[in-house]
Each structure stands twice: as structure tokens, then as C-alpha cells.
């Protein structure tokens, strides 16, 4: 199949090396002239284990390429795959306005084909339920004349991407879900996924809207229980160790245990802005969600834990070293990172900090993590140092687990990865 895939970070990018590593063509579209060129030259513009080697081998094959503009390249395309953005906006939801725009784009780019070849415009993008046929449907299809609008079939396919493990969890999802407008199947998004192994829901456009925010919020309050709980172990003197290893040792009621570990608060672009968004949807429909109103304050409240807990006993001046800023290892994703969170208030309160991250080079972010990074802490370029060994710290706080191998001189570790 030809497949274009609109916006290029994580999820596209990711999505584009696998569709292309599987046999194939992909061009990528992109508003980023930066992160365009990159890609066609060969550079993975996001710290992902095995995308860079994949990009390779696709690029030698000719099977991939990039481009900042759509028109021309939709001639004999069968899948639109969508991936950009949908931000939190001020009031917590989704700031829809690249959705709409891109539709529109696709709309009018397909509306100039020499031929009315049949092509599924498939949305990954997380928006509230409805979207697809409420905004989305007429842009796309208000560009069409009634002979493409027959080629043309709308369809939602949420992703289940970790950040991390993303080529992997791409190959071996937990589940394939495919939305149409009346539920009936995607031939193209079938194509895709024919190897897959997984279950599958083909359901209408909503059921499958709903389904990130169903997971997501899911996941995080997870996170934020199980931090509430160790927060009440770690002041009663009680093993939390031991706590959880009886509570995840129930794997039929208690599901998984993932999400179920006591340590790190829960950050990153999906968690916060899908329950931010949530709470937004219960809101303006009258709805009741008492526990998915308190995720994030109980996620801010043990930011705060953890970073008394790093700096317990410690003097304003010392040095300290955080090892580990991006919100999950392997990774150069600093959007809403506690990480960050805890780097930010610990110059705050007069420490002397030292980040180190292998993955974090702060002259290669882009987009969003650029500007994020940057807005919410802005001496980091300062402060991230690439070679700490040897070097003398009052404070090491470990965000990963993996301090032990980073040889400094310091007998002070703090783990904030697990309590």
C-alpha cells in the first residue's frame, strides 16, 4: 500500500518506520522543515530504541520519505494515517485547531486527484468523542466533490504506544480498535494489521474515541493510587516493598501490575492532557467523575512528596545530581516530565543542580518538547552536564533506578524511581 501519515512525532514517526519496515510506502507530512530534513537525511528526530536503524534501512530501500506539504503527493495514496497534536488547551480540553486544519488540507489535496482511487482517512490523534463526525467529517468532506467523497471512508484507530517501547508495543498491541461511521470494517486498516497479533473491535467512530480516555485516565489512577498508598506506607514505617508484591501477586482482580508500583508520578503528552480533557468532557455534561477530578491533584501533591523526600536533611547550596529528566528512560520526552517538576524546584529552593540524561541532547529538541522544556525550565542548558563521573555531589536522586552505574562521589542516594 501507499500510506501517508500526517504529523510526525512519536506516534507518526513510529508508525511510519514499522509501516515502512513491513514492506510498505510511506511518506511522512510534516509543518517542521527541520524535523523533515532530518528524517530524509537519515536522522531519527526522536530518542526511540530501533527507529533510527529501521529509518535507515527504509530510506536505503526508498521505501520512506518526508515533506512539509501534502499537495501532490495523495495521487494513488490507500491510508491517511492522522498523528498530530491535540494539546491541552487553557480549560483542560484538547485544543483541536491542527486537527482541523490538517483535515481540511487533506480534504482539499485529495479534492485534486486525477482519479477518485478509494483511500481511509484514519485519525490516531486523542480527541473527545464525536470529533470525528462533528468537526472533522465536514472539513474533510466539504472540500470533496461527490465522486471523491465515494473513495473516501473516515475511520478512528487509537495507538497504544509507550514511549520507550513504542516499536515494540506497535508489533504486539494489547488490542486493535478500528472506528468507522456505521462500525463496518477498514479493508486498508486491515491490510495494516493482518500479522498482528491481538484482539480486535471494528465499533462505530465514538466507541473508539473514547477508548484512550477510558485507558489512559485508567492508567493514572493507577499511578496516582498506588502513590497514595506508599505515600501512607512510607509514613507509617510499613514495607511498601512488601505491599505491593502482595497486592500485584493478584493478577486476576488486580489486572496488572504495570501502573501499580509506587515510586514516580505519572507525566508525559498522554496521561495528564487525556484526564485534563476528561474532566472537561464530565464538566460540560454534567457528570459526576469525583476520582478523575482529584488524578492530578494527586499527582501534583506527590511531586511534592517526592521532592521533600529527595531533599530531607539537606542544606540549601549542596550540590546535588538528578539523574534522569525525561519522563520515562530511553527517551528525550520532557513534556510534563515530574522530572522537570522536581529539577525546577529544586533551583528554587537555592540547591546547586546538576542533571544528567544520556538521551537529552537540549540543541536537538523540537516542536512542543522544545518549547516546553524551555518555558517551564528555562536554565536547562545550563544545568544538563554529559559527563558526571568522578565528579563530587552532596545528593544523588535517582529518577531511574540505574544511579549505581553513573560512578561519582557521593554515599548520599535518594531512589525517587520506587519508594
Do not use: W
Request: aromatic share 6%; glycine share 10%; charged share 25%.
Amino acid at each position: 500500500m501507499k500510506v501517508a501519515i500526517f504529523g510526525l512525532g512519536y506516534v507518526g514517526f513510529t508508525a511510519a518506520c514499522c509501516i515502512a519496515q513491513d514492506g510498505h510506502e510511506v511518506v511522512g507530512v510534516d509543518v517542521s522543515s527541520a524535523k523533515v530534513d532530518m528524517i530524509n537525511s537519515g536522522k531519527a528526530p526522536i530518542s526511540e530504541p530501533g527507529l533510527a536503524d529501521m529509518l535507515s534501512d527504509a530510506l536505503a530501500t526508498g521505501r520512506i520519505r518526508a515533506v512539509t506539504q501534502c499537495d501532490g503527493e495523495l495521487e494513488g495514496v490507500d491510508l491517511i494515517l492522522v498523528c498530530v497534536g491535540t494539546p491541552s488547551a487553557a480549560d483542560g480540553a484538547h485544543d483541536m485547531r491542527y486537527i482541523a486544519e490538517v483535515s481540511r488540507n487533506i480534504g482539499n489535496a485529495l479534492s485534486k486527484r486525477e482519479t477518485a482511487h478509494p483511500v481511509a482517512v484514519v485519525y490516531r490523534s486523542t480527541m473527545r468523542p464525536g470529533s470525528c463526525d462533528g468537526l472533522i467529517a465536514p472539513l474533510l468532506f466539504g472540500e470533496l466533490s461527490d465522486e471523491h467523497k465515494e473513495s473516501v471512508q473516515l475511520g478512528y484507530n487509537p495507538e497504544f504506544l509507550r514511549e520507550g517501547s513504542a516499536v515494540k508495543d506497535y508489533y504486539a498491541p494489547p488490542k486493535i480498535v478500528i472506528g468507522t461511521l456505521g462500525g463496518e470494517p477498514c479493508k486498508q486498516l486491515e491490510e495494516l494489521n493482518k500479522d498482528l497479533d491481538a484482539p480486535r473491535f471494528t465499533v462505530g467512530l465514538r466507541e473508539a474515541e473514547i477508548t484512550k480516555f477510558v485507558d489512559n485516565s485508567f492508567h493514572a489512577l493507577k499511578v496516582a493510587f498506588a502513590n497514595e498508598i506508599g505515600r501512607v506506607c512510607v509514613e507509617e514505617g510499613i514495607d511498601v516493598a512488601a505491599v505491593h508484591e502482595i497486592f500485584v501477586s493478584d493478577t486476576k482482580l488486580n489486572i496488572s501490575p504495570y501502573y501499580l508500583r509506587p515510586g514516580g508520578a505519572f507525566g508525559g503528552s498522554c496521561l495528564p492532557k487525556d484526564v485534563r480533557a476528561l474532566n472537561f468532557i464530565a464538566e460540560d455534561i454534567g457528570a459526576q467523575t469525583h476520582i478523575i477530578n482529584t488524578i492530578v491533584r494527586s499527582n501534583e501533591a506527590h511531586k511534592l512528596f517526592l521532592f521533600n523526600r529527595a531533599t530531607k536533611d539537606l542544606e540549601p547550596g549542596a550540590k546535588v545530581l538528578l539523574n534522569g529528566l525525561a519522563f520515562k528512560q530511553a527517551t528525550d520526552d520532557l513534556r510534563e516530565s515530574p522530572n522537570l517538576d522536581l529539577a525546577r524546584r529544586l533551583i528554587a529552593a537555592g540547591y546547586d543542580l546538576t542533571v544528567y540524561d544520556e538521551n537529552l541532547d537540549p540543541a536537538e529538541l523540537m516542536g512542543s518538547n522544545l518549547g516546553y522544556s524551555y518555558s517551564h525550565l528555562p536554565r536547562l542548558g545550563e544545568i544538563i552536564s554529559t559527563d558526571v563521573q568522578g565528579k563530587k555531589f552532596d545528593r544523588v536522586i535517582d529518577a531511574r533506578g540505574d544511579a549505581g552505574r553513573l560512578a561519582v562521589d557521593c554515599t548520599d542516594v535518594v531512589s525517587i524511581e520506587k519508594l
